[in-house]
């Protein structure tokens, strides 16, 4: 079977995002889990230069976390608040993808789907402060929804400090409609984050989209690769190695 068939195929498996047979095979395929650090440092970035973002991470991601927590339970959202609270080792690594890879990448524009309450974006954007240069475009629905279904009741990304504000752009709606033509309008991107809906559909679609805008050298970001096999079978069409951080996948075009 060709490539372009098995990416096809995989369009059309069904739209339920949780696979969890399929989680074990999947993984198996994938190398070895790694470190945030580690899995840039094997997409061939310098090893020292990440080991001094992370430094700066492990400096500012317990105050990051707090602002979050705070500004959720002040805009009354104990769950919020509790997410950003309880932090877990491996969604902290996660984020630490995005901080220090954003600050590796030096991006001009960095492009997310699914902020949601905004966390990750507190990161990408905390990032961008610190290399001084460069906007994230976020695109979410106008009724935002975790993956459990639980409707933010807020506007994307509401919890993002404000003093982050000012190089961050929100697009609501569908990224099947918003997406395309937002990225003809940016024209070049270096990093792209996808974060909105888990299902291999939307995956590959959102893949797609981005990758001919993406410029050679950046990275593309997804989590939750092990609910279908949308990012295994998008990085081995596109001969580029597929990292993972726990289940979120990382991979540098080149
Ligand atoms: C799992 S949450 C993302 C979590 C978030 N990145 C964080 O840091 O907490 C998924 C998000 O994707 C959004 N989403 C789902 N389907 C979408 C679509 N078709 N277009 C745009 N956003 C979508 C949801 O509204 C939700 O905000």
Redesign the pocket.
């Given at each position: 079977m060709t490539l372009a068939a098995i990416l096809q195929k995989a369009a059309r498996l069904p739209t339920v995002a949780r696979d969890g047979w399929r989680y074990p095979v999947l993984r198996i395929q994938a190398r070895r889990e790694q470190t945030a650090v580690e899995a840039l440092a094997a997409l061939g970035f310098d090893l020292e230069e990440l080991r001094g973002y992370e430094r700066d991470f492990d400096e500012l991601a317990p105050g990051l976390y707090a602002q979050l927590a705070e500004r959720a339970r002040a805009g009354g959202d104990e769950l919020a608040a509790a997410r950003a609270a309880g932090r877990s080792e491996s969604s902290e690594e996660g984020k630490k993808l995005l901080y220090v890879g954003t600050r590796a990448t030096r991006p001009r524009t960095v492009v997310e789907?699914?902020?949601?309450?905004g966390?990750?974006s507190a990161f990408l954007l905390r990032a961008l402060e610190d290399n001084g240069d460069g906007r994230l475009h976020s695109?979410?629905?106008s009724e935002?929804?975790?993956?459990l279904g639980h409707p933010?009741g807020r506007e994307?990304g509401w919890l993002v400090p404000d003093e982050l504000r000012h190089r961050f752009n929100v697009t609501l709606g569908?990224?099947?409609e918003t997406l395309r033509p937002a990225l003809r309008r940016l024209g070049e991107i270096d990093l792209f984050f996808h974060?909105?809906?888990h299902t291999a559909r939307?995956m590959l679609f959102e893949f797609r989209a981005a990758w001919p805008h993406l410029r050679a050298g950046g990275v593309l970001v997804s989590d939750d690769v092990f609910w279908n096999p949308a990012f295994l079978l998008f990085t081995r069409l596109h001969r580029v190695p597929f990292r993972h951080i726990g289940t979120m996948g990382v991979t540098r075009k080149r």
């Amino acid at each position: 079977m060709t490539l372009a068939a098995i990416l096809q195929k995989a369009a059309r498996l069904p739209t339920v995002a949780r696979d969890g047979w399929r989680y074990p095979v999947l993984r198996i395929q994938a190398r070895r889990e790694q470190t945030a650090v580690e899995a840039l440092a094997a997409l061939g970035f310098d090893l020292e230069e990440l080991r001094g973002y992370e430094r700066d991470f492990d400096e500012l991601a317990p105050g990051l976390y707090a602002q979050l927590a705070e500004r959720a339970r002040a805009g009354g959202d104990e769950l919020a608040a509790a997410r950003a609270a309880g932090r877990s080792e491996s969604s902290e690594e996660g984020k630490k993808l995005l901080y220090v890879g954003t600050r590796a990448t030096r991006p001009r524009t960095v492009v997310e789907t699914g902020p949601f309450n905004g966390a990750s974006s507190a990161f990408l954007l905390r990032a961008l402060e610190d290399n001084g240069d460069g906007r994230l475009h976020s695109f979410d629905l106008s009724e935002a929804r975790d993956a459990l279904g639980h409707p933010a009741g807020r506007e994307p990304g509401w919890l993002v400090p404000d003093e982050l504000r000012h190089r961050f752009n929100v697009t609501l709606g569908d990224t099947r409609e918003t997406l395309r033509p937002a990225l003809r309008r940016l024209g070049e991107i270096d990093l792209f984050f996808h974060d909105s809906l888990h299902t291999a559909r939307h995956m590959l679609f959102e893949f797609r989209a981005a990758w001919p805008h993406l410029r050679a050298g950046g990275v593309l970001v997804s989590d939750d690769v092990f609910w279908n096999p949308a990012f295994l079978l998008f990085t081995r069409l596109h001969r580029v190695p597929f990292r993972h951080i726990g289940t979120m996948g990382v991979t540098r075009k080149r």
